[in-house]
């Protein structure tokens, strides 16, 4: 018999698509009905990730193996619950809640089909956190992007559309270089269970190996156009920036999904043998471009949406870098970083919508002409009578205050723990006699200025929004819009509480999967459940 507490790990995949089968069958007109499942489904969803991630935390570092077909590995379809993977299914789950609570005060009505769309979402994205084989994370990656595709034209609008299509076509090359990786893998090493290639990858053959390698660097490519990484980032500034508010906040976690695939793969295909250390000066050189990339562009945009897509890359670059560069301390503290960056730029998606209520675009264009030629203080009286902020403005200019705290790594939010343990580790303060390295020194300090610049450009949209002279009306802004995004910085604040557990957790995350052998171990000693033929007591004459 498997203990309950193993059917956790199917769970997260499970629930989310029978959830979104169900809404299909559900008339569009009962939208109070499709709200209610979609909500339920996803708010079980939360409580059971956090549970898993509460049980892995307290017995050891793999709550389970789970074989789906009750075939042995590398036989059969298996799902792996680790620290890694369970500790990005809870950020999904813990993200999803609120941004689904937030598009039901007016998203998910503006097109068809957007709960089904959102659960299979899910679906996608915990799957590819789950899964064990590199056939099924093609499998849960086609369903996540087929998902995206959908959601990414909610709304329609023609930007959109534009935006939309270019993602569809740059997404649809990167699961076909997916699709040739994959196959060039399976070629080489005959299996595409990672636990098996983990084993057979330090034994393949050299005039094999650069076959397989070039399989792997094909495959990278695809993951590195999903995270972001330059130049394959052309595409996610205008998708994100002109999709839906809910949309824009949920895409956050799909370009960490390439961030997860690296670090997974690096460590535990390319960390021993003859290929170790294959593609880490890439991800190296290429997080750290991708970080200046993201900080010009956040300096140069004047759009709230576009700040945000930019934040992305800036939040991509610096963890891709952090990865190649293959220093455990600063790896775990990254991903403290994905933690806190995920959330917030979550909050900051949906919040932008809600600030951008007030404005006119007319107006917005005049504020920035008049900065740029100087005449911006010409018509200012002498004196003027105080005028009192509505309360709606100041909520929101208290959650835009939190957001920029948070993304530039100020104290005394989780994002500075998670800034001030990375930085601290890059240069080589929690290892004695280890200076630290040339790229080490240039990464902190591309990380201290891309916060400076974020610093900048969102000071200076603040006081664009919320202090401009050029008037503009008090947004109507519902309780099921404001309170997703405080829920979300909450969540934030309690984690800057809480580092030192929550940092605890993420080393003892990195000391197990840099360790191939317990994957592998863990993986090739699960055997199928007997079945009830076997089980049954045998009778004499049989």
Known sequence: MIAWSQHLIILPILLPLLAGTVLLFIADRQRVVKAMVSLASTIALAAISLMHVGMIAGQGSFDGVYLLGNWEAPFGIVLVADRLSAFMVALTAVLAVPILTFSLARWHSAGAHFHSLYQFL?????????????????????????????????????????????????????????????????????????????????????????????????????????????????????????????????????????????????????????????????????????????????????????????????????????????????????????????????????????????????????????????????????????????????????????????????????????????????????????????????LVTLVILGGLATLIALTRAGIRTFWSSIEGTVPRVLVMEIVPVMLILAVTAALAVKAGPALAYMEATIRTIEKPSLYSGAVRQVVPVPSWRDSRPTQEGD
């Open 122 to 442: 899910l679906m996608g994205l915990n799957g590819a956190f789950l899964t064990g084989d590199l056939f099924n994370l093609f499998v849960f990656f086609e369903v996540m992007l087929a998902s995206s595709y959908g959601l990414v034209l909610h709304g329609s609008g023609p930007l959109r559309v534009k935006a939309g299509m270019h993602y569809i076509v740059v997404n649809l090359a990167a699961a076909l270089l997916f699709l040739i990786g994959v196959s060039l893998i399976y070629g080489t090493a005959g299996t595409l269970n990672m636990a098996d290639l983990a084993e057979r990858i330090p034994a393949i053959e050299p005039d094999r190996r650069m076959l397989m390698e070039a399989g792997a660097a094909v495959l990278g490519v695809a993951f590195l156009t999903k995270a972001g990484m330059w130049p394959l980032c052309f595409w996610l500034p205008s998708a994100y920036s002109v999709a839906a508010a809910p949309v824009a906040a949920i895409f956050t976690l799909m370009s960490k999904v390439g961030v997860y695939i690296i670090l997974r793969l690096t460590l535990l295909l390319f960390s021993e043998g003859p290929s170790a250390g294959f593609g880490s000066e890439v991800l190296l050189y290429g997080g750290m471009a991708t970080l200046v990339f993201g900080t010009i562009g956040v300096l140069a945009s004047q759009a709230l949406g576009r700040i945000g897509a930019y934040s992305v890359l800036v939040s991509s670059g610096t963890l891709l870098a952090v990865i190649g560069l293959g220093d455990a301390a600063a790896t775990s503290a990254a991903l403290l970083y994905l933690l806190s960056s995920t959330l917030t730029l979550g909050a900051f998606f949906m919040l932008v919508e809600l600030v951008e209520r007030s404005q006119d675009a007319g107006a917005t264009v005049l504020a920035v002409t008049m900065e740029a030629y100087g005449d911006a203080d010409d018509d200012i009286p002498e004196e003027v009578e105080g005028v009192t902020m509505p309360a709606t403005l100041a909520m929101l200019g208290i959650c835009f205050a939190a957001c920029t705290i948070l993304l530039s790594g100020l104290p005394p939010l989780s994002g500075f723990v998670a800034k001030f343990a990375m930085l601290s580790a890059l240069i080589g303060t929690g290892s004695i006699g280890v200076p630290p390295s040339g790229p080490a020194l240039v």
